[in-house]
């Protein structure tokens, strides 16, 4: 079920995707200067390349969401099996939400949530 | 329908497979491995194991690829090229890949497979749902519970060593 719809949608995805850049590229004004090759043709302006070394720091927000993401995906199926089970699903994810909790406590006490 | 489905999706995959590894420059490989993990992901999708799919999605597509950036992003000389493969490498990697492949190929190919005769119900959400909260069928809620200790354990573990380098690095 629902194959040739997901047919449709991808070629009508690349079809819209494609058509609009084309489009713009085939009647678009062309003008040529320095300032077009800026990442902002107006505002501050940029000091050095955007490839810079970052610091270690905002390696550890990435780790983070990665061990909440997985957290995500276990709430998935239990939004959709619920019903059947009512208060003791519920009491059940309230359990393993708290017991993650506790994480993200133990990351904020250790200043892990700052932003530096 | 579903054939052609397939084999667009699995052109993509090898497609953007190969220009990952073969690309010189490293924010590109990364966007490439986004867009394999992507198209497997609707290979998933496809074979109707819509939990594995947004498994897929979600971790992969969304965590994985990204962890993997905030790693390019690290790293001090991400703007340049990489160095080109060497012979040795080129070698080294088509005889390792070749030999996967070969080992790959000998298991299935050596399998007789014939389509089963009973009805296969595809694990749905719900059906995974009820598993993972069912106190009494054989549930799984022991190990569920048991998974979010996994996860705050690893939580405090990424804490305690990325503020102990981040502290020596200042």
């Given at each position: 079920?629902?194959?040739?719809?997901?047919?449709?949608?991808?070629?009508?995805?690349?079809?819209?995707?494609?058509?609009?850049?084309?489009?713009?590229?085939?009647?678009?004004?062309?003008?040529?200067?320095?300032?077009?090759?800026?990442?902002?043709?107006?505002?501050?302006?940029?000091?050095?390349?955007?490839?810079?070394?970052?610091?270690?720091?905002?390696?550890?927000?990435?780790?983070?969401?990665?061990?909440?993401?997985?957290?995500?995906?276990?709430?998935?199926?239990?939004?959709?099996?619920?019903?059947?089970?009512?208060?003791?699903?519920?009491?059940?994810?309230?359990?393993?939400?708290?017991?993650?909790?506790?994480?993200?406590?133990?990351?904020?006490?250790?200043?892990?949530?700052?932003?530096? | 329908?579903?054939?052609?489905?397939?084999?667009?999706?699995?052109?993509?995959?090898?497609?953007?497979?190969?220009?990952?590894?073969?690309?010189?420059?490293?924010?590109?490989?990364?966007?490439?491995?986004?867009?394999?993990?992507?198209?497997?992901?609707?290979?998933?999708?496809?074979?109707?194991?819509?939990?594995?799919?947004?498994?897929?999605?979600?971790?992969?597509?969304?965590?994985?690829?990204?962890?993997?950036?905030?790693?390019?992003?690290?790293t001090h000389d991400s703007g340049s090229l990489l160095p080109p493969l060497g012979v040795k490498r080129t070698v080294a990697t088509f005889a390792l890949t070749g030999t996967g492949l070969t080992v790959f190929l000998y298991t299935i190919l050596g399998r007789k497979v014939e389509p089963g005769s009973g009805e296969f119900n595809e694990p749905s959400v719900k059906m995974i749902g009820g598993q993972l909260l069912d106190l009494y069928n054989f549930g799984f809620v022991l190990p569920f519970e048991a998974i979010s200790i996994l996860l705050l354990?690893?939580?405090?573990?990424?804490?305690?060593?990325?503020?102990?380098?981040?502290?020596?690095?200042?």
């Amino acid at each position: 079920m629902g194959t040739e719809s997901l047919l449709v949608l991808f070629f009508a995805g690349l079809f819209f995707a494609g058509a609009a850049l084309i489009v713009s590229a085939l009647i678009h004004p062309t003008s040529k200067n320095p300032q077009k090759k800026e990442p902002y043709e107006c505002g501050i302006q940029t000091i050095g390349t955007s490839k810079i070394q970052f610091k270690i720091g905002y390696y550890l927000f990435a780790l983070i969401f990665l061990l909440f993401d997985v957290e995500l995906i276990f709430l998935y199926p239990w939004a959709v099996a619920i019903k059947d089970f009512g208060v003791i699903a519920f009491i059940e994810m309230f359990i393993f939400l708290v017991i993650l909790l506790l994480g993200l406590v133990y990351a904020w006490k250790k200043g892990a949530l700052k932003w530096v | 329908m579903k054939a052609i489905l397939f084999y667009i999706f699995s052109v993509l995959i090898l497609a953007c497979g190969i220009f990952t590894v073969t690309s010189r420059k490293i924010y590109r490989a990364a966007i490439f491995l986004l867009l394999t993990v992507v198209s497997v992901a609707a290979l998933y999708f496809l074979m109707e194991y819509t939990f594995l799919g947004v498994v897929q999605l979600v971790i992969y597509a969304g965590g994985i690829v990204v962890l993997i950036l905030f790693a390019v992003l690290l790293t001090h000389d991400s703007g340049s090229l990489l160095p080109p493969l060497g012979v040795k490498r080129t070698v080294a990697t088509f005889a390792l890949t070749g030999t996967g492949l070969t080992v790959f190929l000998y298991t299935i190919l050596g399998r007789k497979v014939e389509p089963g005769s009973g009805e296969f119900n595809e694990p749905s959400v719900k059906m995974i749902g009820g598993q993972l909260l069912d106190l009494y069928n054989f549930g799984f809620v022991l190990p569920f519970e048991a998974i979010s200790i996994l996860l705050l354990a690893a939580m405090v573990g990424c804490i305690v060593l990325a503020m102990k380098f981040s502290k020596t690095m200042n």
